[in-house]
């Protein structure tokens, strides 16, 4: 309620004569909106909140009666520790890798699905399946399939049974690798396969009368026209990347042999060390990395889009 | 257009390919919930055909408790969030008013948070609540990404819903209830429905809030429980219960996506790219 009644008028500029009834529309929309407006605030903004006061505070709850104020202490403690850092680099190693790869992947579904004669609708229906699957389930699955005991992939032909990829921690990243590219190369596709329909058919056509070549039509026409959906697909999924949680858990539970990311960090330290002040400190900073990565891509995707304005 | 014999064999191999990239994790869980303890070692696909397995999952009072919880969780988290988001999108994509940019970009903003940022604080605030390891203690949280999500989608297909409907049904002379019920609500309903899909998808999904804020059958939901089996003895390697339970949650998902494919990819990519 609040919000509907005190935001209306500072968002809006006061506007010369304003009529009886667009006030009233306004009214109605802000109060319609003001439910989930308020509940997201309240859900993330307090919280949010709280984790930076406790940032601030020494606070172990295995010695509650300790609790005081230490500033910026925590924060030192964090940035100053190896484990950080090393956790922000398998972060970004999982990231950036298995984005990278979502995304070629992503762009052959999409052009398999948007070329397709036929079959459009059993391929659908299959990509779908790895999305909306349980994360949890996933992991077991691709967990198991490389198990030293009973997986599938060690009694298939040319793999050696000295290779035990979760008993190293290249081997085990490339399993969470695997894991976090199959849940979600579907979803990238489905967003290039929108992007793809935006392109239009007659540049193709007009292109190969030029003659242009398959592969210059798509370096050419279909990549540059794609450049704001491809920028909104990899935004979407880099800060999903980025908080990586489920498949680390299962496929190497507690981050074992090198595997932390930042968020199993994160949780190690609040939830397994219940040390509330330093784990809201890396809760801050994850939460400060996440906006510094979605604004680097906001500004590339209103470059992108202000280039391509120009330019047509 | 009439393709050539080597172009449908090129197609069909590209099809079979993304049929088993997508498939060969789930069809490896479904063969491993079939095998017996002595077969789950022979690192064959579907080498035995037993259900014992599944009687173990479902006589297993935990994966009972886990599995209602989730239906419980993940139904209010849709409800609730459904019905806050279609007020939220109706304003959005018929009323004009200033502001609107401003709360779908904060949509935005709140789907990309990262939720180990509030575990914390929702962990030591539950406790003083009294609400940790309940379901509102984790319906309340669900709302950061149920909320966003469902807004999004929303607001996509109410744009494309003729409002005019509405007034040509008044000029007949059917009362606004009469327009809305004959006219809006149908007209509307398969936006809703898809956007309860995708919103229920995402809350039985959650993992790292069902990890963090419950600790008992009291509110664990599926993939916590699945993540803290532990099966007859501490030290038995329970794969083969594990892959039933896995099964037994997946087939509403498959069953779902086969159903209802149109609809989830014009409701995910409908939110994503008009947006």
């Not at chain 2, 949650?249 to 498959?254: D, S």
């Amino acid at each position: 309620m609040e919000a509907a009644t005190t935001r209306a008028p500072t968002v809006a500029p006061p506007k010369p004569r304003i009529t009886e009834r667009a006030r009233a529309e306004r009214k109605l929309a802000w109060l319609l909106c003001a439910p989930a407006v308020i509940a997201m605030l309240l859900v993330t903004g307090y919280p949010i909140g709280y984790a930076i006061y406790l940032s601030l505070q020494k606070f172990d709850l295995r010695f509650p009666d300790d609790k005081e104020f230490v500033g910026l202490a925590n924060y030192g403690d964090v940035l100053t520790s190896t484990t950080w850092w090393s956790d922000v680099a398998t972060t970004l190693i999982i990231t950036v890798i298995s984005v990278s790869i979502e995304l070629v992947l992503g762009m052959l579904i999409a052009l398999v699905m948007h070329r397709a004669i036929f079959g459009r609708g059993p391929v659908r229906a299959a990509i779908l399946i790895p999305y909306g699957i349980v994360t949890v389930v996933a992991a077991f699955g691709w967990r198991y399939a490389f198990d030293p005991t009973s997986g599938f992939v060690f009694g298939l032909p040319l793999v050696p049974d000295t290779w035990q990829p979760l008993n190293t921690k290249a081997g085990s990243l490339f399993v969470i690798i695997a894991a976090e590219v199959w849940k979600t190369t579907p979803f990238m596709a489905l967003l290039l396969l929108a992007g793809l329909a935006l392109v239009p058919d007659e540049l193709h056509e007009a292109a190969k009368v030029d003659g242009a070549s398959t592969l210059q039509r798509f370096f050419r026409i279909t990549l540059p026209l794609m450049r704001p959906a491809i920028l909104v697909a990899l935004l979407f999924r880099t800060l999903d990347a980025f908080r990586i949680f489920d498949n680390i858990f299962i496929i190497q539970p507690g981050g074992a042999l090198g595997t932390e990311s930042v968020s199993i960090l994160g949780y190690n330290v609040l939830i397994n060390r219940v040390n509330l002040g330093l784990g809201s400190a890396v809760s801050v900073l994850i939460f400060i990395c996440v906006i510094l990565i979605a604004v680097l891509f906001v500004k590339g995707l209103g470059t992108s889009t202000a280039q391509q304005r120009g330019e047509t | 257009m009439q393709h050539t014999n080597r172009e449908r064999a090129l197609w069909s191999i590209a099809i079979l390919v993304v049929l088993f990239y997508a498939l060969i994790p789930v069809v490896w869980i479904a063969s491993l919930s079939l095998k017996t303890p002595e077969e789950v070692g022979d690192k064959k696909f579907f080498s035995g055909f037993s259900f014992d397995n599944y009687d173990v999952v479902f006589s297993d009072d935990t994966f009972i408790a886990a599995l209602i919880n989730s239906i419980g969780i993940a139904g209010i988290a849709t409800v609730i969030s459904i019905v806050l988001a279609a007020m939220t999108a109706y304003a959005t994509s018929r009323l004009d008013f200033t502001g609107k940019t401003l709360i779908l970009s904060g949509a935005l903003a709140v789907a990309m948070f990262p939720p180990i940022s509030i575990v914390g604080s929702l962990f030591d605030m539950w406790r003083t609540l009294g609400i940790y390891d309940t379901w509102i203690g984790l319906i309340i949280p669900y709302m950061t990404f149920t909320l966003p999500l469902a807004i999004y989608t929303l607001s996509a297909f109410f744009r494309e819903i003729p409002w005019e409907l509405e007034q040509a049904a008044a000029v007949d002379g059917a009362t606004p209830m009469q327009a809305f019920r004959k006219i809006i609500v149908p007209l509307a309903a398969p936006g809703v429905f898809t956007a309860a899909i995708l919103v229920f998808i995402f809350a039985w999904n959650d993992f790292i809030f069902a990890n963090t804020l419950t600790s008992t059958d009291n509110a664990r939901t599926v993939p916590a429980a699945l993540a803290f089996f532990t099966g007859a003895s501490q030290f038995e390697q329970p794969i083969g219960a594990i892959s039933a339970a896995s099964v037994v949650v997946t087939i509403p998902i498959i069953i779902m996506v086969l159903i209802f494919q149109r609809r989830i990819v014009a409701g995910l990519t409908a939110g994503a790219v008009k947006g």
